[in-house]
Every structure is written in C-alpha cells, then in structure tokens.
C-alpha cells in the first residue's frame, strides 16, 4: 500500500496515487533508458576506426620522410603531398594513365576509419579473412584497407602489382610491394601480400618497354623475397586468375573468405571483359557481372557468393561514403 503524507491535499494525492499505481502496473509509459550496449558498441566501433586513421597516419609519415631522404618530390608538386603517397605522373613502370585528383583524395586517412565501418558492417571482424588484389595505382587505399583489417583483427591476404598508373606507387623503391614491406618493417602494418605480380597486361607487365618489363620484374623478385612472398608468373590472363583463385582458397583452407576487396585496375582481377568498366565502386553482388572467358576474380569471387568492395571511381565513392 502507497502511504501519503498527511499534509498533501486530498486531490492531489488520489491524482499522484494513481500515477504511480500506473506506472508500477504498467498503464503508463515506463522511462526510456539510454541503451547502454548500443552506446558501448559506438565507442568500440570509434575507437576501432581512431585505431586504424591513426596508423594509417603515421605509415604515411614514414613514407613521406623515406621519399624525402631518397631524394624522391612530386615533380615540383611535393608541397601538395603531405602523405608521401602519391607517385610521380611518369615512370617507366607506368601501364595506365591516372588522375592527379583522384590520387590525391585516396590519401585521406579518413579512407581507413571508413572502412573499418564498411567492414563491419558486414560482419567482418576477428578472424575474418579478407582476400583482395592491389595494384600500386592507389596505394593509400592499399594502405586504408590494410589499416582498417587490422584494426578489426581480420587477417588480409592479397596479391600486390609492382606496376601502376599514373600517379601511383610507380617510383623504383616506393612500388606498392616495396612501401608494404617498410610499413610491415616498421611493425605498423601486418604483411598482407601472399604473392607479388608484375601486374599490367597479362599481369606480366606485357604493355610495358623490354627494358621496363626487366626493371619490373627485378622490382617484384625482391619484394617478394622481402614479403616472404610467392612470386606469380602467369604465362597468359587466364592463368593469371587461376593462380590467385587458387592461392587464396589454400590460404584460406577451408575456411569462407569473408570480402574480396578489388583496389585499383588490375585485369587479372577485374578481367578482360569492357563491361567491367561500368561498374560502380563499392559493394557489389553476383549479378553486377557477366559469367564469360574474360571474367577476372572480382567476378568469380562473386559467382561464390563472396561480397565484393570494389574501390576504383574514387569521386564518386567519396561522395556517397561522406568523405568529400
């Protein structure tokens, strides 16, 4: 029974009587309560991506001052560059031309806390295997995705391209396999590239100058040894996606690959077929592409029922991921 004071007038104490009669009967609507495991998992999730933008950071840093002591600028653009990881617009190890602007927007670090929600988002976390393909055309996305797999405790394994596009880690030293390595050294990544191509065409560098081709393949011999890497030399396309469909699923032993993530323009991943190019970037299904010969692994990945993150059309990705 609810004893009121004597002193509270008789109305008001038969309207707060039944106030809290209602409430305690369920009549009322009961107070909303913070949820408390929701706003746990929040500052969980920021503190994995402030993890990840930090790293991402300071790998950048590091590059940065390693161009800086070999001598190595922007082509006067250096100014423009505060990561350190953007390539020059020429080298003999350039396949494709590139944009200056697209390469500069992928060394925000905000790319690797982005990530590790997209990730996430998906399920991926401690355990999780994470297979992908990169190119050195983009090799601050290499990094994001590399800091963000991290970060979630999820173990990343790609292949990695000495060669580029315009732009890109195309600089002898400061390849894509060449800046992993330092990184990895530098205990501020984990090694993630099970295998290093030459990449370009036929992911053998066969659109590149004979003397260009030699330099690339020295290039990826050494990295490669360097990674503890296995070093593939496809003879055509075709093998090309065998091998590394078949490098991942040994890796993986049996284990489901969670995401395959496609970085850059590399045709071993992305296939022979024009119809790739219109793809959108970001996450993509089994029907976002065509069963045929030319399919790459992005498509066969796919076909398994594997989620694909395709980071490419980097604009237009930044837009809808709210980083422009």
């Known amino acids: ?55 991402m950071r300071q790998a950048s840093q590091l590059i940065r001052e390693a161009k800086r002591q070999a001598g190595i600028t922007l082509d006067g653009l250096g100014a423009d560059d505060p990561s350190g990881l953007v390539g020059a617009e020429m080298t003999a190890l350039v396949t494709t031309l590139g944009s200056l602007e697209s390469k500069q927007l992928s060394t925000s670090t905000a790319w690797a806390r982005v990530l590790v929600a997209q990730l996430k988002g998906v399920g991926v976390g401690k355990g999780s295997i994470v297979a992908g393909s990169f190119s050195g055309s983009f090799p601050a996305l290499n990094l994001a995705v590399a800091c963000a797999c991290r970060s979630l405790g999820a173990r990343l394994v790609v292949v990695s391209s000495v060669t580029s596009s315009t732009w890109g880690a195309n600089q002898p030293g400061f390849t894509w396999p060449e800046i992993e390595a330092r990184l990895a050294d530098a205990g501020l990544i984990a090694i993630a590239s099970v295998a290093v191509s030459t990449g370009g065409e036929d992911d053998r560098a066969a659109d590149l100058e004979p003397d260009a081709r030699l330099l690339a393949d020295q290039i990826g011999d050494r990295a490669a040894a360097r990674l503890r890497a296995v070093r593939l030399r496809p003879s055509n396309s075709a093998q090309a996606v065998a091998s590394r469909i078949e490098l991942f699923d040994r890796v993986a032993g049996g284990r489901p690959i969670a995401v395959y993530v496609n970085v850059g323009g590399s045709q071993a991943s992305m296939g022979r077929s024009t119809a790739v190019l219109k793809l959108k970037s970001g996450w993509l299904g089994r029907d976002s592409f065509r069963n045929g010969p030319d399919d790459g692994v992005m498509a066969q990945m796919a076909t398994r029922g594997v989620r694909v993150l395709h980071l490419l059309n980097i604009r237009d990705l930044a837009v809808r991921w709210g980083i422009l």
């Open 1 to 55: 029974m609810i004893r009121l004071p004597a002193w509270l007038p008789v109305t008001l104490g038969v309207t707060l009587t039944a106030a809290l009669l209602g409430v305690a009967s369920g009549l009322l609507p009961q107070p909303r309560w913070p949820d408390l495991a929701t706003r746990d998992n929040q500052i969980a999730d920021d503190r994995l991506a402030d993890q990840a933008e930090s790293t």
